[in-house]
């Protein structure tokens, strides 16, 4: 298929770039859209799509840093010369991007890029069902541009590609998802992987535009219409009733290898593997261990990422979201999963030490910028994802079979919770407390709105969602540790100059 991936370079840009050769005209002169129809297929198009998941959403510096990094969650502290890159990271920290910030134009273009692969497979005659996948994923990109930028570049399949596209806005632009969306749910499939997007994947996606529709119409001060929490609430109720998905016993399951097999709560994930991962050789889900674990640990990583101690704190020494040892890791490498603080150690409980001699021991104590002898150890660390020791053997391999999470069935139950008490609804204690109980958590006596944000914290920490609950509650320009000021023009991000250079019809976001 060189034919086929030599137009997809050529096109990559096309939905936001009005330069870019549309595919029913010539191609330098030698390729026309009816030699182009009779070697690309349907199935290599939405295949491309899937794959085009990739790195907005599993790469370290793309999307995912967007909604971690900006929130109470996760830091990347500079370590002497170590992440520094010209203070790209500690401005996402301090909320002090601008529209040139490298990961806010990255995770623009490479999430509109997706929105491009999606649109390209309904230009190909698919079928019923093909034409539902590309326009769920169309509106899963949708749905993270209108989160992170308020507006969304927008072209329909067979567009004239001289022009800019059109932008959608606000309740505008999320009103047209959940309609596109609507229209095509009945054709998704039903009984299929997790990987394969399903009714109850674009139902979880629908709940999440219901859920977050008074965000988009006024970030800085959003309002929750009954109708919408509603809403939310019957297709919670519709997942529910199939009996498809239970709270498993075992967390970690839910984002460890064969995830694809052993997790019963997964709804919707982009499927990794050997020879799968192909969007960016080397990444995948190891880009979710690697930047957190130290260089002398197995496996050995880049020593960066962490959390705080206000975060940590969150959870009580019982919940099992907490951490600890996991199956085919701990016994084979000494790392455990979820928060790493203390002395760490290998396999034979030996005491490991730093590149400087170190005693290796994770401290509550971090700062924006790190300095001194133990600059290393300083920072809570977190591994999500277990690292797959049998498949990939813990290396930057993307043979690694742990599938990427999108959705869960703990999120469908916590919206489901949140938008009865946003509606006046009873039933809320009841989830949150079920869901605690599964967790070893204390179940509590009242559930009010700030223990729901609090809880989707230790429920979905580091899954790439906390910014945009932030924002949701009310919480994204509150003061916290590390973060000593903030300007609610931060609760969008700016349209990269670039972009804005290309199309006109992109207005550049207030304050910036």
């Known amino acids: 298929m060189r034919l086929y991936k030599f137009l997809f370079a050529a ?10 050769t549309k595919l029913d005209e010539e191609l330098r002169s030698t390729i026309t859209r009816e030699q182009a129809d009779s070697v690309i297929t349907v199935p290599s198009l939405l295949l491309r799509a899937y794959n085009g998941l990739q790195l ?7 999307f995912w840093a967007l909604q971690e990094m900006t929130s109470d969650e996760a830091v990347a502290p500079t370590r002497g010369g170590d992440w520094d890159d010209n203070g790209a990271w500690r401005s996402l920290k301090l909320h002090t991007w601008d529209a040139d910030h490298s990961t806010v134009g990255a995770a623009f273009r490479n999430i509109l890029q997706l929105q491009f692969f999606a649109t390209n497979v309904l230009e190909f005659k698919p079928s019923p069902r093909q034409a539902a996948e590309a326009k769920f994923l169309r509106a899963f990109s949708m749905f993270s541009t209108l989160d992170g930028w308020g507006q969304v570049p927008y072209r329909e399949p067979n567009e004239n590609l001289l022009l800019p596209p059109k932008v959608l806005k606000g309740t505008e632009a999320a009103d047209f998802i959940i309609k596109d969306l609507e229209a095509v749910i009945k054709d998704l499939p039903t009984d299929v992987p997790a990987f394969t997007a399903s009714q109850n994947a674009g139902k979880v996606l629908l709940m999440k535009l219901y859920l977050n529709k008074g965000v988009f ?35 970690f399951d839910n984002f460890a290898r064969d995830n694809n097999q052993i997790s019963t709560e997964n709804i919707f994930t982009q499927e990794n593997g050997p020879g799968l991962s192909t969007s960016r050789a080397g990444n995948a889900v190891f880009c979710h261990w690697a930047p957190t674990l130290h260089y002398n640990q197995d496996p050995s990583g880049w020593n960066g990422f962490a959390t705080t101690g206000e975060f940590y704190d969150l959870f009580e020494a019982t919940d099992v979201r907490r951490g600890g040892a996991y199956k085919n890791v701990t016994e084979l ?10 002395q760490q150690i290998n396999k034979d409980s030996v005491k490991l030490v730093d590149r400087k001699g170190n005693l290796l021991i994770f401290t ?10 133990d600059l290393e150890v300083k920072g809570i660390r977190v591994v999500k994802y277990p690292p797959d020791m049998l498949t990939a053997n813990g290396k930057n391999s993307n043979s690694a079979e742990n599938d990427y999470v999108f959705f869960r069935y703990a999120d469908v139950l916590l919206m489901k919770a949140e938008a009865q008490l946003r509606s006046g609804a009873t039933g809320a204690l009841t989830i ?51 973060k000593p000021t903030d300007d609610p023009k931060y609760i969008l991000f700016p349209i990269p100059n670039n972009d804005l250079a290309v199309n006109p019809n992109l207005k550049q976001n207030d304050g910036y």
Not at 11 to 20: E, G, H, L, T, Y
Not at 241 to 251: C, L, N, V
Not at 337 to 342: A, D, M, P
Not at 364 to 373: C, D, F, P, V
Request: aromatic fraction near 10%; charge should be positive.
């Open 333 to 342: 490498t000494g790392t455990k999963v979820g928060f790493l603080i203390g």
């Open 11 to 20: 096109a990559a840009f096309a939905i936001i770039a009005p330069s870019c």
């Open 56 to 62: 907005p959403y599993q790469d370290q510096s793309n």
């Open 432 to 482: 949150v407390n079920d869901l605690r109980t599964k967790r070893k958590a204390t179940a509590l006596g009242a559930v009010t709105l700030d223990d729901i944000l609090k809880e989707r914290g230790r429920e979905f920490y580091w899954e790439g969602w906390r910014r945009q609950d932030l924002i949701r509650f009310g919480k994204f320009t509150a003061i916290w540790d590390l």
């Open 364 to 373: 509550r104590q971090l700062a924006l910028k790190e300095s001194g002898n």
């Open 217 to 251: 119409a006024n970030p800085r001060q959003p309002s929750f219409q009954a109708a919408d929490m509603q809403k939310v609430i019957a297709l919670a109720d519709e997942i529910i009733a199939t009996a498809k998905y239970s709270i498993t016993d075992k967390y």
